[in-house]
């Protein structure tokens, strides 16, 4: 296989780095006989800045074709590298220097899995690397460049990256991609050993990687649009054919209200299981998926920098380590559950009797996210209720909930249920709970950030407790 490294425009390539694209790129060109037997599909492009000579990143060849500046910008739009029809011809014009660039006819040379170094990676080339005089592109055989290639080790042949997780990458595997100018994470499938037992089974870390990048996205307030199953049994079916149904999640869903990621990537594998099978009883519920995401911030929107972020080969400065939960915390947050559903149902009743001024509390216990159990809409107040099977102990909030605490203040309350399971239950209400704990809460992160308040913090803010 050749690959080739080609010198092309800054304008070309800043533009195509700062701006996710809708579809393939095309890396247009005024010479139509140059590499068109020698360049296969598959074949890497390596960009090569034009004043500098420094490799900036590269592109997976698809096909070449040619075409007319103007049926270019009709099938390729902004993956032409330039934001409108106006500007694209300008460039053209510029690097082609021809005056009708939207009439004359160039190579396309069409591309995908397209990958940028950053700045500081960039690769120097020297003059023997093109020749002389220096050639726009030059093909050298696969294997030729170790070095050169070696930037780009952590992508395998089809694009595809690891997750990492403490320094060392794991074995699962994904991509970003943009489709239709929307991103999203294409994650690969996981399963046994080849037929016959021989070689090693397929991307065996897939739980434990699908629930990290479901993590770092809810870590960047990713919207989760929705999710389908992308395999080769599932390529002609509708869209609506390949998305999942999860049912305690309706879409779109805002991963940073996600309280249990474990639980959540269980629901996408029960759906995957259910969906693009013939069998009644279900199939593999580690299949290839394709998860669309909306981000918030525009620079979280650059393909390159969200699988960087997701990726992590390293943990980001400042940033909060997300690690597993250790099997005493994992059993305190069962605990709680029981516990916390028990206080939830003792302060509704609770409520009506003691709270009347406050009107019919509205109970979103059922809720996902809300950083709140029970909403009272008369007063706009809002109540999120805790547990204790005997005298007030620690708490544990939510980052969702603790969020919400900071943004009410004083419309937020904490209901402190506590002797759970003795017969005479108490009621402590607790209003602006951030205000009074934030300075003794310690934030954890696990699979999910939490703040921890200590015991005796809470004991402090109820009177005679």
Sequence with gaps: MKDCIYITSPKWTEFLRRTPIQQDVNLWSGDKRWGRKSLEPGAYFYFVHTKSRSLIGRGRLVRSEIRTGSEAWDCFGRGNGAPTLESAESLMSEVLKI???????????????????????AYG?????????????????????????????????DGFVRVWEEGAPLEANFRVECLNEKLSVLFQSGGGAP????????NPDYVKGLELLLMRLANLEALLSRVEIETAATRNLSAKDRRLDLVDYPFPVDLS???????????????????????ISGGNGRKQIRLYVDLPQPEFQQRDWLQRSLERKSEPDGGSRVQRPTDGEEQERKNAAVVGRKG??????????????????????????LGYDVGFPDVKKF?????????????????????????RRESYYLALVAHLDESKHTVDLVKDPWGQLDRFAEKSARLQITFKVPGQAVRDVVPDS
């Design 195 to 202: 037929r016959g037992g021989v070689g090693r089974k397929r």
């Design 257 to 279: 209200l996600v309280d249990d990621f474990s639980k959540f990537r269980k629901a996408i594998s029960k759906s995957a299981a259910r969906t693009g099978t013939r069998t």
């Design 99 to 121: 005056d009708n660039p939207l009439d004359a006819e160039m190579r396309c040379w069409v591309l995908d899995n397209i990958e940028w170094l950053s700045d500081e990676g």
């Design 125 to 157: 080339l020297s003059e023997k690397d093109f020749g002389k005089p220096v050639q726009v592109g030059k093909h050298f055989s696969r294997g030729e460049k170790p070095d050169l290639e070696g930037l780009f080790e952590s992508a395998s042949p």
């Design 383 to 407: 109540v999120e209720v805790k547990g204790f099977r005997a005298a007030l102990g620690p708490i544990r909030l939510t980052e969702r909930e603790w969020k919400t605490a900071r943004q």
């Design 344 to 369: 939830e149902i003792h302060f509704l009743k609770w409520s009506r009797q003691e709270l009347e001024k406050w009107g019919d509390p509205d109970d979103k216990t059922d809720s996902v996210g």
